[in-house]
């Protein structure tokens, strides 16, 4: 099985899953670089993933549609948000199975209000998370429809999967992300080391993703809620208290006007 990050936009990816014969998507915001990838190497798209409804994320859907017909393909997304119809509604709990691949669905309410995961089973090794804009490489979505609670909530069950889990996030983000982690943490030498590793990466063209959940509890301020460090440095920049959640609410809002 092959993982393809597709970039698209600015610095969306949309990831692709392949076995040399039949391929699915995810959150595929734009039509053309998925054609392009199926076309290149005669691929057959068997089913598209949707992680919630930004337009980034859902824009292809429909100028994709028409490739599904021949594998008998469907569109999967969040049961409480407004997907291009037709879709398959799904909810915490639920199970997709693709390419053989098997997906827990996990409800990460926050960034938006239906935002779903999709979480492979099954595996003995690094098993494909597809999480959206929820968590981040180093960092997490924005709060657009949820509240501090929620996130936190929804990034504890993201970080509670393997550790080895492949973390494949929408955006590259993560040079940015590091920047704010440091400012965060001064004195954590794996987002130094991690920086200076994505900064080459980057420096050739190549995606800083997937990550991994064992990476990010190392260093991803959203996931060091608990941190004496990172309490630290939330209660200086305004968190009510030293609990996870202003903690968490505390470095969203400063992350929001950091520059
Ligand atoms: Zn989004
Ligand atoms: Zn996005």
């Given at each position: 099985m ?23 998507v ?10 392009q ?9 068997a089913?598209?993933?949707v992680?919630h ?9 429909d100028?994709l549609?028409p ?7 469907v ?11 037709p ?9 997709v199975?693709?390419l053989?691949?098997s997906?827990?669905?996990?409800d ?8 779903i995961?999709?979480a ?14 929820t ?10 429809e949820g ?17 080895d889990s492949r ?7 993560t040079?940015s992300n ?7 943490e001064?004195a ?13 990466l ?12 064992a ?12 941190e ?32």
């Amino acid at each position: 099985m092959n993982l393809i990050a597709l970039p698209a936009f600015a610095d969306n990816y949309i990831w692709m899953v392949h076995d040399d014969a039949r391929a699915f998507v995810v959150d595929p915001g734009d039509a053309a670089p998925v054609a392009q990838a199926l076309e290149q190497r005669n691929l057959q798209l068997a089913g598209i993933l949707v992680t919630h409804h930004h337009p980034d994320h859902v824009g292809g859907v429909d100028a994709l549609r028409p490739r599904l017909a021949a594998t008998g393909g469907v569109v999967h997304g969040p049961a409480r948000e407004r997907i291009p119809e037709p879709f398959v509604p799904l909810r915490g709990g639920d199970v997709v199975m693709l390419l053989g691949l098997s997906f827990t669905v996990i409800d990460v309410p926050g960034h938006t209000a239906g935002h779903i995961a999709f979480a492979q089973q099954g595996v003995a090794e690094a098993p494909l998370l597809f999480c959206g804009d929820t968590l981040f490489s180093a960092g997490c979505g924005r709060l657009f429809e949820g509240t501090p609670a929620q996130m936190a909530t929804s990034l504890a069950a993201l970080a509670a999967l393997p550790a080895d889990s492949r973390v494949c996030c929408t955006h590259e983000y993560t040079l940015s992300n590091l920047r704010f982690a440091a400012a965060v943490e001064p004195a954590n030498a794996d987002i130094a080391a991690h920086a200076a590793h994505c900064q080459a990466l980057r420096a050739e063209g190549v995606p800083t993703l997937p990550s991994s959940l064992a990476l990010e509890r190392r260093i991803n301020p959203f996931l060091r809620c608990t941190e004496p460090a990172v309490v630290a440095s939330a209660r200086r920049e305004g968190a009510a208290n030293d609990e996870p959640v202003a903690v968490l609410a505390a470095l969203r809002e400063w992350k929001n006007r950091f520059r």
